[in-house]
T-cell receptor
Framework: GENVEQHPSTLSVQEGDSAVIKCTYS??????FPWYKQELGKRPQLIID?????GEKKDQRIAVTLNKTAKHFSLHITETQPEDSAVYFC?????????FGKGTRLHILP | NAGVMQNPRHLVRRRGQEARLRCSPM?????VYWYRQLPEEGLKFMVY????????ESGMPKERFSAEFPKEGPSILRIQQVVRGDSAAYFC????????????FGEGSRLTVL
């Protein structure tokens, strides 16, 4: 079955700097890659997703890249703000269940 | 349009008791997923159901855990004879489409086993 690895597990960046979170997946049939944000004590919520027919997608300060050959994808957050502090999960799906990485706890330092 | 509703939000059980967690998906969604989240860990897939069918239960422990999604009513995750290691947050999510559409999560049910 699918296995998703996510790095780093914890990331601290200065406010205004960029943050990058990387994930790899094992199932070459996976074709959908969402990213979820979970604030403390809250539910995970989708922030951006990418499908295998594109290599990059951007939404304001957030961008995702996908390299199907290498089976890895990344989340980029630019101009980080205090409200970006949360746990971020990458995930992969080949059409049925969605498998998540273990998460990255992002701290935005003042 | 109400979101995914889970109850109870918090449940305390003693070892050996049963825990029943309920999930009502969003209106129009027929796909339900259950995930377990341990402190400081990720979302571990447990089971994927459609109405009256278990599609994939590869993440469910072989014993004591069961799930259903009846024709009428909420999906239920049942844990029999709970042990301390079952203490976790259990999240339900629903989607309109299978596997390649947005998952909408409930607020989670936090189970504590004494």
């Amino acid at each position: 079955g699918e296995n998703v690895e996510q790095h780093p597990s914890t990331l601290s960046v200065q406010e205004g700097d960029s943050a990058v979170i990387k994930c790899t997946y094992s199932d070459s049939a996976s074709n959908y890659f969402p990213w979820y944000k979970q604030e403390l004590g809250k539910r995970p919520q989708l922030i951006i997703d990418i499908r295998s027919n594109v290599g990059e997608k951007k939404d304001q300060r957030i961008a995702v890249t996908l390299n199907k050959t290498a089976k890895h994808f990344s989340l980029h957050i630019t101009e980080t703000q205090p409200e970006d502090s949360a746990v971020y999960f990458c995930a992969a799906s080949s059409g049925d269940k969605i498998i998540f990485g273990k998460g990255t706890r992002l701290h935005i330092l003042p | 349009n109400a979101g995914v509703m889970q109850n109870p939000r918090h449940l305390v059980r003693r070892r050996g008791q049963e825990a029943r967690l309920r999930c009502s998906p969003m209106k129009g969604h027929s796909h339900v997923y259950w995930y377990r989240q341990l402190p400081e860990e990720g979302l571990k897939f447990m089971v994927y159901l459609q109405k009256e069918n278990i599609i994939d239960e590869s993440g469910m422990p072989k014993e004591r855990f069961s799930a259903e999604f009846p024709k009428e009513g909420p999906s239920i995750l049942r844990i029999q004879q709970v042990v301390r290691g079952d203490s976790a947050a259990y999240f339900c999510a629903s989607s309109r489409d299978t596997g390649t559409g947005e998952l909408f999560f409930g607020e989670g049910s936090r189970l504590t086993v004494l």
